[in-house]
T-cell receptor, first 116, second 113 residues
Framework: GAGVSQSPSNKVTEKGKDVELRCDPISGHTALYWYRQSLGQGLEFLIYFQGNSAPDKSGLPSDRFSAERTGGSVSTLTIQRTQQEDSAVYLC??????????????FGPGTRLTVL | DQQVKQNSPSLSVQEGRISILNCDYTNSMFDYFLWYKKYPAEGPTFLISISSIKDKNEDGRFTVFLNKSAKHLSLHIVPSQPGDSAVYFCAASAGNQGGKLIFGQGTELSVKP
């Protein structure tokens, strides 16, 4: 079956512009996660969805970052007034229920965001 | 504060030999640990995991060892193959934080023929 897909694969934007990144999780997966990987760093947790609600938003770096999930499926990560430090690969993952002991998180290929 | 640390950014190993990748953590609330493998331009893929109630978990050529007192885990790959060349990430989670994973910085493994 289809894996996690993300679009666009690459996004170049100018400082100050808004961007939207999209994630399509594996069908039937109720849990969805956003991470980002800055150059030379590990993956940094951003936000976690269980269904359409986000019980953990603790990793969002600032109020310029927001995310939503609709219909328990597609999620959109929005970055407003982008800054150069937002440049990173943004990765989305999904899992069946969200419990780490039983659920593997399956990652998409990521969106590479470059802010000029 | 880096709660999960992989202090070796890179490792080079000869084909057929053992690869040992190390990971240290600081948060004593972590009770589940995972290793992910990442090829360029792809998302990470799950490799192996271990619960804190165990000290070893084996899956084919891959074995993960956990030393809770030292807050240290390691991934052993035996025998190493050129196809194992990738970036390996250690990750940890705490039972009260849902599926949130805290990742290390990664170690790039190169297996030479």
């Amino acid at each position: 079956g289809a894996g996690v897909s993300q679009s666009p694969s690459n996004k170049v934007t100018e400082k100050g512009k808004d961007v939207e990144l999209r994630c399509d999780p594996i069908s039937g997966h109720t849990a969805l996660y956003w991470y980002r990987q800055s150059l030379g760093q590990g993956l940094e947790f951003l936000i976690y969805f269980q269904g359409n609600s986000a019980p953990d938003k603790s990793g969002l770096p600032s109020d310029r970052f927001s995310a939503e999930r609709t219909g328990g499926s597609v999620s959109t990560l929005t970055i407003q007034r982008t800054q150069q430090e937002d440049s990173a690969v943004y990765l989305c993952a999904s899992s069946i229920t969200g419990g780490p002991r039983t659920d593997t998180q399956y990652f998409g290929p990521g969106t590479r965001l470059t802010v000029l | 504060d880096q709660q999960v640390k992989q202090n070796s950014p890179s490792l080079s190993v000869q084909e057929g030999r053992i690869s040992i990748l190390n990971c240290d953590y600081t948060n004593s609330m972590f009770d589940y640990f995972l290793w992910y493998k990442k090829y360029p331009a792809e998302g990470p893929t799950f490799l192996i995991s271990i619960s804190s109630i165990k000290d070893k978990n084996e899956d084919g050529r891959f074995t993960v060892f956990l030393n809770k007192s030292a807050k240290h885990l390691s991934l052993h790959i035996v025998p190493s193959q050129p196809g194992d060349s990738a970036v390996y990430f250690c990750a940890a989670s705490a039972g009260n934080q849902g599926g949130k994973l805290i990742f290390g910085q990664g170690t790039e493994l190169s297996v030479k023929p």
